[in-house]
């Protein structure tokens, strides 16, 4: 009894904290309307009044999750569901080996993966584990294959791409997908029933075997024994072991030196953070397959903002997907609003001189080179005061240091350029008073 009351308590303090890590707006629309459901293994399970919520709630994942973990010291994934999709049952450990079907995510394969300069090689290493080359002459070439890397940088979407490959192209070959942390709770289970055949039989005959976030084995000695020998049955009859972990073998920590050279007697490959060009394509990619349009200066600004990692870019898209689907259209504007949460001081968009130059020069279709220049037309005079009226406001200059820098003599252009543009902006001059406004946004994004 007490045990089916779990998920309510976890998710009560779960909301606190979740309430405390983010805005009101996200709690108020979002997270208060969520309704634990259960928990399945190491999934929370919430249901969402709607498929609304749901993408308002996907934009969220992240701080939820956290939220979950520090409410309850599991690592849990969420599975949003909407009412009566997903009827909740207890899963018992699987008695007959592994489905065919898996624990699978048929979303994560090599087409919706997108390969950029920190990834290639990865990807182009999972491929040949699932399609060897010809010329290969050792069967156990790629064998084991250890991917590392940080976190939400396409490890687990590329060790299920494999399996989800391998099923494809082999309906009969027996596929074991698991998180390392699972293997852990069912050798455990397995300890306490003292039946460890099921368990054996699962893990032992099967022709792959991924394994997902290894690190997790750290420290534990006895999971690290059965894994040994899990390892080696399999190693010894041929079938292919593909493993993740968040760090190369030689740094994890208390794990035994004869599984560290194991693991670095296959292939090694570490899967880089992506950089610019990767980081836009993915966004593309995202918006195309929930189809949706993103301004080019969205993705740009999403994709400059965001770049630790493909699983913040990921959150970041789906929360601006879900506030354009409230509001009808995504603009700029929007975007930084919507992620001023997720954007880091040190990571915002630092003002200088240049910035604002560029900015103005952009608005108004003019170039820099116009606004430095002595030119005292009006379609460049203008936007030259409201550059000198920025460089005081936003850059603290003072006036003469304005003047200098737009190689005036002495600092009564910039004093009266300041001047002008502050009486348009206090007394809300129509239409100018507008642009400033937009260009304020602008420069501030
Ligand atoms: P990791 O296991 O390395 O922590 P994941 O594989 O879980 O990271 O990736 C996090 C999210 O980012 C997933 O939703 C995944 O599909 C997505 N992702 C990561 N890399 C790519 C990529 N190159 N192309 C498309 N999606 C990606
Ligand atoms: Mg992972």
Known sequence: MEQALDHLIIWEKALEFARSK???LSYNTTFKHLRPLGIEGNVFILE???????GFAEGEREILEKSLADASFVRFKIRFVLPESEPVKPQPLEKDGPSQKNNLNADFTFESF????????AYNVCLSVVTPPKNTKSKNMFNPLFLYGGSGLGKTHLLQAIGNEILNRYPNKKVVYTQCETFLNEFISSLSSKSFEPFRKKFRSCDYLLIDDIQFLENKEGTQEEFFHTFNTLFEKGSQIVLTCDKPPAQLNSMEERLIT???????????APDYETRVAILRNMAQ?????????VIDYIANNISSNVRELEG????????TLLQGEVNLTLTSMVLQDMISPQNAR?????LILNVIASFYNITQDDLLSPRRDNHIAYPRMIAMYFFRTTLDMTLGKISEFFGKKDHTTARSACNKIDI??????????????ELRKRIAL
């Open 114 to 121: 997108v390969v950029g300069a920190g990834n290639k090689f």
């Open 262 to 272: 194991r693991f670095q007697s296959g292939v090694l490959v570490d899967v880089q």
């Open 316 to 323: 970041a898209f789906k929360k601006v997907m879900a506030y």
């Open 48 to 54: 969402c009044k709607d498929s609304f919520q749901r």
């Open 22 to 24: 983010s805005n009101s």
């Open 424 to 437: 348009i902006v206090k007394e809300k001059k129509a239409p100018f008073c507008d642009e400033i406004e």
């Open 289 to 297: 397959s929930n189809h949706v349009i993103f301004p080019d200066e």
């Open 350 to 354: 630092k003002i200088t001189p240049d």
